[in-house]
């Protein structure tokens, strides 16, 4: 059973930083593609940062040159570095693991992240 944890959600005042994780068990996080989205209150989930199981990296442009996405292998973790915080990435987080084979999705249960002005 695959089962994605994240942590690392707080509160913190604009210019702060801020690092999640995302656990994975059931499966081994490495082999696949990591991505972690965002959904604010009244707007879609929208991606944020991917990590492929290559270690290729992509941001959304509003995140880019503040938040790196970053994978260890031997802890079996995704995280995202979140660096000069604005209040505009006010969002629940989500881990999300694309499965290599069968493109299967799973979906972590979302973290707070909440940034004051």
């Known amino acids: 059973q695959v089962q994605l944890v994240e942590s690392g959600g707080g509160l913190v005042p604009a210019g702060g930083s801020l690092r999640l994780s995302c656990a994975a068990s059931?499966?081994?996080?490495?082999?696949?593609?990591m991505n972690w989205y965002r959904q604010a209150p009244g707007n879609q989930r929208e991606l944020v940062a991917a990590?492929?199981?290559?270690?290729?990296?992509h941001y959304a442009d509003s995140v880019k040159g503040r938040f790196t996405i970053s994978r260890d292998n031997a802890k079996n973790t995704v995280y995202l570095q979140m660096n000069s915080l604005k209040p505009e990435d006010t969002a629940v987080y989500y881990c999300n693991l694309i499965h290599v084979f069968s493109s299967s999705r799973y979906w972590g249960q979302g973290t707070q992240v909440t940034v004051s002005s």
């Open positions: 990590i492929t199981r290559g270690g290729s990296t």
């Open positions: 059931g499966i081994i996080l490495g082999a696949n593609d």
